[in-house]
């Protein structure tokens, strides 16, 4: 809702850090700093090392590097590596576990070099692993690997060229486990072991009846595309056993769903699949891990609830039910405890990067001033505008509500019969908007307002034009209505008074931001600050770590955004360990399959052409052939020098 700038009484940071909900999605990892502007502490909230967004995003510019920018923090990626590892493992000491943790980084998440490297080599402490569904991503995953004793997981399906890659990693001394998804993988991996003289270590999914809600909860379930019925895991054995590598048999792998919301969900799939692995132990299987996949959530809108872009528990909830519930259902006959393997991918690595942009424009609702002297027309249209307008109060909200859109009605039809003017139309226009805000701002007082009126907040907003592709940088908004951290990383120190919501810079209705995490439910707009000018104003949308990255697409023909990365210090201080230029022009079009020596080339016969019959002058045509030069080289997003 619009709120009165003075009657909004003293703000302070404390006030942003509470509409934004920094520590409520943040964790210990973000912080409004008194200056106004918001800190990321990735070293813990209690620690010195607190650092700029807003000095780093001008420091980004100064290196020659435009907006937008995905920013990632190293020290974050480790933090969370060590949070699941670490709780993994008190949990376990103090229960009285029998099994270990071996956490594996499932590489689709994020596919990028910069980010799977960054994983294997802080998760090189904990033998913290990696997981691979097709043939590039084992390769780099082999490559990656820093300790034998991590777990290296194959899922997908598998081809011969496949499981020869995997089995030559056995050979080298890693636990690489090929997981059978479909019953006629077992007898190619049986196969190719033979071939290649190596005991491979082979995993089993299963389809539980367990399913999760949320948004992926058909990922789950006995009606998921991937895994065994109970029928052919039993088929699968019975092969094992007939060529004698029951022995190999190690793992049983299950997933339920991605980002999964409720707590109780997965412990009753913990539960199931305890007791499956219960049985594969009784049928002579050597066994050892039970691989539970991923579903950790991250609590996006920051409600902890069941919702489906948060969670109901911590990440100490989750481990205390995991390993509980593996002891509970094992220890009933006395089943050596396995080790335990989680797939999380999401949690590790969406709090550690960062999509930063710059606002370009705004398209209004404030309406210009009201004209002294109104025009006369039938209806005394104008007059009953005025009148509403100095009607508006706490007792007449929902009846001058109601008048404001006749009479805006009114004057639509009046002007489609020609009974007014453009400019008197746009006259009874400002007088409405003039009333929608008064009513609004008054509604921002009230602990009750009436539906009617708090439906016209949609209505009034402003568009704030930001300096991004949704499709690119936050492909899974568009897609399936995720909700990410949206707020501004600097004048938190003021009251944002304007209601608005963010607009991207392609050409398509759908690339916007119109959905904004709000306590315990979602906001359809975002409070922001009045534009400066000649002054910069940066937003940040937080959380962007997982799946972003690689599912963007070229819509428009925007390209990937430049990457920094950046590492902090103990002191505070922090330094730029990596920058990745995004895409250019040249770059984007070679994607689709432009020529572009043939591009370049068409571009110089249509110069000659233009001489030839007097468009362009010649001299004008070295000029516009740089220019074309210089937008090959460029930027796909917009570049603005002040």
């Avoid at 056995?170 to 290649?196: N, Q, S, W």
């Amino acid at each position: 809702m619009w709120r009165d700038p003075d009657k909004i009484g003293k703000w302070t940071t404390a006030d942003a850090a509470e509409l934004y909900g920094v520590s409520r999605w943040g964790g210990d990892y973000f912080a409004v700093g008194e200056s106004g502007e918001l800190l990321v502490t990735p070293l813990g909230k209690n620690s010195p090392a607190r650092i700029s967004l807003y000095d780093i995003a001008k420091k980004v510019q100064e290196r020659g590097m435009a907006m937008p920018a995905i920013i990632r923090i190293e020290n974050i990626l480790g933090g969370q590596i060590r949070l699941l590892n670490e709780t993994f493992r008190s949990v376990i000491k103090q229960i009285g576990y029998r099994g270990e943790f071996r956490g594996v980084f499932p590489v689709k998440v994020n596919q990028q070099e910069q980010v799977v490297d960054a994983i294997a080599e802080f998760g090189s402490k904990y033998a913290h692993g990696l997981e691979a569904g097709s043939k590039p991503e084992l390769i780099a995953a082999i490559s990656l690997m820093k300790s034998r004793e991590a777990c290296l997981v194959c899922n997908g399906y598998k081809d011969e060229e496949f499981i020869d890659l995997g089995l030559y990693a056995v050979k080298m001394g890693y636990k690489c486990f090929f997981v059978v998804e479909v019953p006629g993988e077992a007898d190619l991996i049986i196969e190719r072991a033979k071939k290649l003289d190596v005991r491979p270590f082979i995993g089993l999914r299963i389809r539980l009846s367990a399913q999760a809600e949320g948004q992926w909860a058909e990922s789950g379930g006995e009606g998921s595309v991937f895994g065994l019925n109970m029928s052919q895991a039993v088929e699968v054995i019975d092969r094992l056993k007939k060529e004698g590598m029951l022995d190999c048999l190690r793992l049983l792998h299950y997933h339920i769903g991605s980002q999964i919301p409720n707590i109780a969900d997965i412990r009753a799939g913990v539960m199931e699949a305890a007791r499956i692995y219960e049985e594969l132990v009784k049928e002579g299987a050597k066994m050892g891990y039970l691989d539970i996949g991923g579903g950790l959530a991250v609590d996006y809108d920051g409600s902890n609830t069941n919702e489906q872009s948060s969670r109901n528990y911590t990440v100490e909830e989750y481990c205390y039910d995991v390993v509980e519930s593996v002891m509970s259902v094992l220890d009933k006959n006395a089943v050596p405890h396995p080790t335990i393997i989680t797939e999380s991918g999401r949690v590790t690595v969406a709090y550690y990067s960062m999509l930063l942009f710059n606002i370009l424009d705004v398209s209004s609702f404030v309406p210009s001033p009201i004209p002294e002297k109104l025009p006369k027309v039938a209806d005394d249209l104008f007059g009953n505008l005025m009148a509403t307008l100095d009607s508006v109060s706490v007792k007449t909200l929902q009846e001058c509500c109601n008048d404001a859109l006749y009479y805006r009605n009114q004057a639509l039809q009046l002007f489609k019969h020609g009974n007014i003017t453009l400019r008197e139309r746009a006259i009874a226009e400002t007088i409405v908007r003039h009333i929608l805000i008064k009513i609004s701002r008054i509604a921002a007082t009230l602990k009750q307002v009436p539906k009617d009126v708090a439906a016209i907040d949609s209505q009034l907003c402003d568009i704030y034009y930001g300096n991004f592709s949704l499709f690119q940088s936050l492909p899974d908004m568009w897609a399936i209505d995720q909700i990410f951290p949206v707020m501004p990383i600097h004048r938190l120190n003021e009251a944002p008074t304007h209601p608005a919501i963010i607009s991207d810079i392609t050409c398509d209705c759908d690339g916007k931001i119109d959905r904004f995490p709000a306590g315990q439910g979602v906001s359809r707009t975002i409070l922001l600050h009045e534009l400066r000018e000649k002054e910069e104003y940066y937003l940040g949308v937080f959380l962007v770590g997982a799946y972003q990255e690689t599912l963007g697409d070229l819509h428009n023909l925007f390209g990937d955004t430049n990457v920094v990365s950046i590492h902090v210090n103990a002191d505070g201080s922090y330094s730029f360990v990596r920058d990745v230029e995004g895409d250019s022009v040249s770059d984007v079009l070679s994607y689709v399959e432009y020529d572009l020596k043939g591009i370049r080339e068409r571009l110089k016969n249509m110069a000659e052409d233009a001489i030839a019959t007097g468009f362009l002058k010649n001299g004008e045509r070295k000029a516009m052939m740089d220019a074309f030069a210089e937008g090959l080289r460029g930027y796909t997003y917009f570049e603005r020098e002040w």
